[in-house]
């Protein structure tokens, strides 16, 4: 008498072996396809985050530039800049920390700090009446991995960059600071922020 029944079949060994290797190699692919968007989206953070941070130094400077107060024949009320810096003396409140300078004119400077690859910005009280300074000066550091800080004023007809130790910046409507960073992918390439602040009118007049 014969079993209607379909015969159940087994997998043999080689079918195994060959299905578990296949399932390991779509892991592999997986885990690569996965780590690499995790990396894109990473990368992607960080852009974000810069950006931010440089939206903001960039925002602080215009302001502050915007209350600048200039006196040529008083170093610490002058605009000075050079290779890597800038310095000026602001009318504007301090607003990275709050009530850590009193009102008065203040004496702020951006500096880039080669070894640390980031730009220090330095903001300390002016004494009433002299160019001491007093107090304790509010000390911040921005922009990690920042390459190159670059200082330019334009001179009527083109943008000329400051460079040298320390010197007063020309009589000008407005200056300019430019940001170098290395790309993020390790190529050769360099991602370059700009922007220009138009200093107030009365700001090189004679008095």
């Avoid at 550091?141 to 330019?152: D, I, M, N, T």
Wanted: net charge negative.
């Amino acid at each position: 008498m014969t079993d209607d029944r379909s015969a159940r079949r087994a997998f043999t060994l080689v079918e195994i072996l060959i299905s578990l290797t296949l399932l390991a190699s779509l892991f592999v692919l997986l885990g690569g396809l996965l780590s690499g968007m995790s990396k894109v989206a990473r990368l992607a953070e960080d852009d974000s985050l810069r950006d931010r941070e440089i939206n903001f130094c960039f925002d602080l400077m215009r302001k502050e530039l915007g209350e600048m107060i200039l006196d040529r024949k008083r170093l610490d009320y002058d605009l000075i800049s050079g290779d890597g810096f800038f310095s000026y003396t602001t009318t504007r409140p301090e607003l990275l920390v709050r009530n850590s300078i009193p009102g008065g004119p203040r004496r702020v400077e951006w500096r880039y700090d080669a070894a640390a690859k980031t730009v220090v910005r330095r903001a300390s009280m002016l004494a009433a009446g002299s160019s001491r300074e007093g107090g304790t000066p509010v000390v911040t550091s921005f922009l990690e991995g920042l390459a190159a800080f670059e200082v330019y004023h334009f001179d009527g007809v083109q943008w000329l960059r400051m460079t040298g130790i320390s010197e007063p910046v020309p009589a000008t409507l407005a200056i300019a600071v430019r940001l170098v960073f290395a790309s993020s992918n390790d190529s050769a390439e360099q991602c370059i922020y700009e922007s220009a602040f138009i200093l107030p009118n009365e700001t090189f007049y004679e008095k």
